[in-house]
């Protein structure tokens, strides 16, 4: 009797910590599991995975890649914080260019450079749909996936995703800038 119940004791032991273990697999926060991972590959998931390659910048924390995707109408765990932050990143990344390529640039020609990155309808939108972010971004049935804001929104929270997961909002800025001169290559997602 007293081995039986330290046999199943040792069982519910191995259960417990297999369980445990499997749940730390899957988390997509915290796993520092390699992207071959025992995650179930959905459509979504091969998207995030060819943005990353697209942009050359892998996530250590895929998570972030998850949320900058998603739209507040999509869920509430959605993009809208990265998108303040990747606006920032954005504004000065462009800031650094301009006055690198021209230090006696013009606080006029300045702002209007960084207000035209800035932009909803212009460039923040354009180079979102160059990145293909509109077939990508996880919207409600309503919402349209392709709308200016949706693509600038999940454009900006890019940056700000990177920005939080690299710790740093210079590599962010690089990762931007390499996105604007032209170093990636349009993928089709």
């Known amino acids: 009797m007293g081995s039986h119940f330290r046999v199943s004791a040792t069982l519910l032991f191995l259960l417990i910590t297999l369980l445990s273990s499997s749940a730390q697999a899957f988390s997509e926060e915290e796993s520092s599991l ?5 995650r179930v590959s ?9 943005l990353q390659n697209q942009i050359n910048y892998t996530f250590k924390r ?3 890649l998850r949320r900058a995707m998603t739209h507040s109408s ?9 998108s303040v932050l990747g606006e920032s990143v954005i504004q000065t990344s462009v800031a650094l260019q301009s006055i690198r390529k021209d230090v006696d640039i013009s ?7 960084i207000a035209e990155a800035a932009k909803v309808e212009g460039s923040c939108n354009a180079d979102g749909i160059r990145l293909g972010l509109q ?3 996880r919207v409600a049935s309503k919402t349209n996936a ?8 999940a454009f900006r929270a890019l940056f700000g995703a990177i920005a939080i997961d690299s710790g740093s909002s210079d590599v962010a800025g690089e990762v931007y800038g390499k996105t604007r001169s032209g170093v990636w290559s349009v993928v089709t997602l």
């Open 74 to 82: 999509y869920s509430e765990e959605n993009n809208k914080a990265l």
């Open 62 to 64: 895929f998570g972030l």
């Open 135 to 137: 077939n990508v971004v």
């Open 42 to 50: 959905t459509s979504f998931s091969i998207a995030l995975a060819n």
């Open 107 to 113: 606080a006029k020609d300045l702002n209007l450079a």
């Open 34 to 38: 390699p992207e071959l991972s025992l």
């Open 146 to 153: 392709t709308a200016p804001a949706v693509v600038c929104g």
